[in-house]
């Protein structure tokens, strides 16, 4: 083939020079440097040829392969006193460099290929394994949770999504509790808010409210809301939380606790990553109103243009 025949010519003008330094004469041999150098030029010569052999060089291809952006997002939702330590490759490596507490959430950004295993840890004694079958081929935000399998013993489970990259806000929404209590996660508009005049709160009675289905991923507007864990039939609240969501962020809901049967006890709870700060909305306003005034300089710019 062409390329071949590419190949050979960069190998006969090796082998050429070699012989020019053996066959005049009793020269000493070339220089370990120069000759590294020509074999470099030869080298960067044969990969510039274009496929047809003839010796012109090859323009530089404008396709290129996009770098893959790929974060593993881990929450731990499993009861208990001491936090968890997360491992990859056989233990060898450990992704957190502060421990995993209960209710919390971390982000980690390893080499991720399938068939590799997420292994958690408690000191040194093993919590678990999660072992990865698939993974997605473009940029992802990947979730893994572990929580408690059941009230009667200490055996891990584990649940998993993968956001989509899209523009929307996203939440993910996961029940993890073990016990007989029964409740809906309902999200509704923060009901307190302070007048400017008095700075007093007051309720909002317009409050929009919904449930968030378990198992389930939802894209809702940014905003400041309230979510609250009720009793489906009494409405009785039983843990609040403040959410903030901020454009184009991905959420994870956990409801979380056991009533365990044997050893300590854990409340029903619910917790949100990451903890958007309501500091954060009124500058997320200013970045829409600042794209909004440059469409509208840009518009006016062509405008005129024209």
């Known amino acids: ?8 010519w960069c190998s006969t003008a090796r082998q050429a020079a070699w012989r020019g330094s053996v066959n005049e004469g009793p020269r000493p041999p070339m220089a370990p440097r120069l000759q590294a150098l020509v074999l470099v030029a030869c080298a960067v010569l044969c990969a510039g040829l274009d496929a047809s052999g003839s010796g012109r060089l090859r323009p530089k291809s404008f396709i ?3 770098a893959v952006k790929q974060t593993l997002r881990v929450c731990n939702a499993y009861p208990f006193t001491s936090a968890l330590d997360v491992y990859m490759q056989g233990g060898s490596v450990q992704l957190n460099r502060r421990p995993l507490v ?3 959430c971390q982000d980690y950004k390893p080499s991720l290929h399938a068939g590799d295993r997420v292994d958690f840890k408690v000191g040194d004694a093993s919590a678990g394994t999660f072992t990865i079958s698939d993974l997605p081929q473009g940029d992802a935000l990947m979730l893994l949770v572990i929580y408690r399998h059941d009230q009667a013993s200490t055996a891990v489970a584990f649940q998993s999504h993968v956001f989509a990259p899209v523009q929307a806000t996203q939440v993910a929404v996961f029940d993890t509790y073990k016990g007989p209590v029964q409740s809906e996660l309902r999200i509704q508009d923060h009901a307190d808010a302070a007048t400017p005049a008095s700075g007093v ?4 009675a317009s409050a929009r409210s919904e449930v968030l289905r378990y198992d ?3 894209a809702i507007d940014s905003g400041a809301y309230e979510l609250a864990l009720t009793g489906p039939s009494d409405g009785k609240v039983h843990a609040t939380s403040e959410f903030v969501a901020l454009p184009k962020e991905s959420y994870v809901m ?3 606790g056991v009533a365990s049967e044997d050893g300590v006890a854990y409340p029903e709870d619910i917790f949100v990553y990451p903890r958007s700060p309501r500091s954060a909305l009124s500058f997320a306003a200013r970045g829409r109103a600042l794209n909004l005034a440059v469409a509208i300089v840009s518009a006016f710019a062509f405008a005129s243009v024209l």
């Open 254 to 256: 956990i409801r979380c």
């Open 102 to 104: 209960y209710k919390d």
């Open 64 to 66: 290129q392969n996009p």
């Open 216 to 218: 389930s991923v939802v």
């Open 201 to 204: 709160a007051h309720v909002n």
């Open 1 to 8: 083939s062409s390329n071949l025949r590419s190949r050979q």
